[in-house]
T-cell receptor, first 120, second 114 residues
Framework: GAVVSQHPSRVICKSGTSVKIECRSLDFQATTMFWYRQFPKKSLMLMATSNEGSKATYEQGVEKDKFLINHASLTLSTLTVTSAHPEDSSFYIC????????????????FGEGSRLTVL | AQTVTQSQPEMSVQEAETVTLSCTYDTSESDYYLFWYKQPPSRQMILVIRQEAYKQQNATENRFSVNFQKAAKSFSLKISDSQLGDAAMYFCAYRRGSNYKLTFGKGTLLTVNP
């Protein structure tokens, strides 16, 4: 397997502040990472695809200025929730793609532990 | 757009018994993959089993097996000899063969009774 770590696991912030969540692939390089959002007792919704060295690709309906994604290295992607509001409270999960070949299907996704954001 | 439907919000099973979780999906693609993920209370998603659409043989991983009915677009998970540690939320997921974006179902909460 492979290890993907998210930090922080829990964060509480005041409304109007910004919060940064990190997703690290600890033992492999990941040119592609994905960010999901999960509401309580709900499914995971893909927010965006994070690509190392280029802009993230956001899913329809996700505000890119609200959820800033930076993938500055092959092992780290960050999600910054800007000017957070209570409705942004959620569980955020990242996954990293580990590839073992050049073909589009030679890879596997590994998930982080998730980060619970509570905005007061 | 692809959709994944899990019609059972909750299921329960007695320890050592067998349980089947249902999943159907809708796609017009011919190249795709299907997955079952487990999300225990710790919340980290764990891959249980995967199935390539081009493979006719049902995937098996120890006590976990799938019944993949491609024509019916059905992908059920069977857990044999259920253990207390199997208690978790189970998500069925789909991805196209050309990328790694996952589409998840709404999940089934499995309870294992001792």
């Amino acid at each position: 397997g492979a290890v993907v770590s998210q930090h922080p696991s829990r964060v509480i912030c005041k409304s109007g502040t910004s919060v940064k969540i990190e997703c690290r692939s600890l033992d492999f390089q990941a040119t592609t990472m994905f960010w999901y959002r999960q509401f309580p007792k709900k499914s995971l919704m893909l927010m965006a695809t994070s690509n190392e060295g280029s802009k993230a690709t956001y899913e329809q309906g996700v505000e890119k200025d609200k959820f800033l994604i930076n993938h500055a290295s092959l092992t780290l992607s960050t999600l910054t929730v800007t000017s957070a509001h209570p409705e942004d409270s959620s569980f955020y999960i990242c996954s990293a793609l580990k590839r073992w070949g050049d073909s589009v299907n030679t890879g596997e996704l590994f998930f982080g532990e998730g980060s619970r954001l509570t905005v007061l | 757009a692809q959709t994944v439907t899990q019609s059972q919000p909750e299921m329960s099973v007695q320890e050592a018994e067998t349980v089947t979780l249902s999943c159907t999906y809708d796609t017009s693609e011919s190249d795709y993959y299907l997955f079952w993920y487990k999300q225990p209370p710790s919340r980290q998603m764990i891959l249980v089993i995967r199935q390539e659409a081009y493979k006719q043989q049902n995937a098996t991983e120890n006590r976990f097996s799938v019944n993949f009915q491609k024509a019916a677009k059905s992908f059920s998970l069977k857990i044999s000899d259920s253990q207390l540690g199997d208690a978790a939320m189970y998500f069925c997921a789909y991805r196209r063969g050309s990328n790694y974006k996952l589409t998840f179902g709404k999940g089934t909460l499995l309870t294992v009774n001792p």
